[in-house]
């Protein structure tokens, strides 16, 4: 009879570990993002999204964000989506790569020539965006964002 119980008891300790695995695996939402004031339709939309872990990076590296999308144009307007994101915080920058080079053109001021954007349309004067500024939280099924392009 003991050695029922141990089994039973062993079984028991076995199924909670199991669920309490399954409860605590991360949840995920979806991003959708939808882009306005593009000018014009040439070219593409390059998104780059930044997770906690990457805010250090953003904005100026984006070889180092968390993922990247290039998204198309279609009149004036781009929606793009980023799946299975784990819930955390997020920021993201945008650019109009009007002539598809993969890179912010910039003057000779170091201004960018291409349109621009980032998320929660801070607004700037003669500085860089500050991660905590453009931050959001992914901490539902999803999640919808505006960005304005600037010029």
Not at 26 to 47: A, E, P
Not at 65 to 86: M, Q, T
Not at 90 to 116: A, R
Request: hydrophobic share 35%; aromatic share 14%.
């Amino acid at each position: 009879m003991k050695l029922y119980f141990t089994i039973f008891f062993i079984f028991l300790i076995l199924i909670q570990i199991v669920y309490t695995q399954n409860c605590e695996q991360s949840k995920s939402g979806k991003l959708i993002l939808i882009i306005d004031s593009i000018k014009n339709n040439k070219g593409n939309i390059r998104i780059h999204l930044y997770n906690y872990e990457r805010a250090k990076y953003f904005p100026k590296k984006t070889d180092n964000c968390f993922r990247l999308k290039v998204g198309n144009i279609v009149n004036g307007k781009c929606v793009v989506s980023f799946e299975n994101l784990e819930y955390d915080t997020y920021c993201l920058s945008v650019h109009h790569d009007e002539n598809t080079n993969e890179s912010m053109d910039l003057t000779f001021l170091g201004l960018p020539k291409e349109g621009w954007g980032i998320s929660n349309n801070v607004k700037l004067w003669f500085r860089l965006p500050k991660f905590d500024e453009c931050s959001f939280k992914i901490d539902s099924d999803t999640k919808i964002i505006n960005v304005n392009m600037r010029y």
